[in-house]
Each structure stands twice: as C-alpha cells, then as structure tokens.
C-alpha cells in the first residue's frame, strides 16, 4: 500500500510523520486528561475562584501556520536525510 508509512529495517524506528503523529495524539489525550480532572475538581469544590482565573487568564496555545510551517521543513529534512542513507 503506498499511503501506508512503513517503519525503517527491522521496524524498530518510526518516520517523522509517525512520531508526529504519537507526538500530538499524546498531547491531546494529556490536554483532554487535564480537562476532565479539572471538570472534576470543579464539581467537587476543590477549585478556588483565584485558581480558575487564573486558568481561565492563561488559554492553551494554538498551532499557528508558522508552527505547521516548521514541523514541514522538520519532516522534509528528515525525508533528505533518509534518502542519503539509502
């Protein structure tokens, strides 16, 4: 199948675009982790009011174009490096 990535010789390294992936579904199970335990807390009582400002004051960061544009060149430098090995 050619849209499936293999992994290199005996499958013991991922390509970039498999550890990117790995990379942000960890980072999205972490952030939805985070999420229900704050849920938690708050139905619990167990959050003060200064502590939810402060949350609320600090937003998670987004991916911005500049930060796809440079996983791009990441992963096309990885793909030349590769190449030049074989």
């Known amino acids: 199948m050619p849209d ?30 985070t999420r229900e335990t704050l849920e938690w807390a708050i139905r619990n009582g167990a959050v003060s009011q200064e502590v939810l400002e402060a949350i609320a004051a600090d937003p998670v960061p ?7 544009a440079s996983l791009e060149k990441i992963i096309a430098l990885d793909e030349r490096r590769k190449a030049n090995r074989n």
């Open 62 to 68: 987004v991916v911005t174009s500049e930060d796809i």
């Open 4 to 33: 499936v990535r293999s992994m290199d010789n005996q499958g013991r390294r991922m390509d970039a675009r498999d550890r990117l992936i790995v990379a942000l579904y960890a980072q999205l199970k972490a952030e939805r982790e």
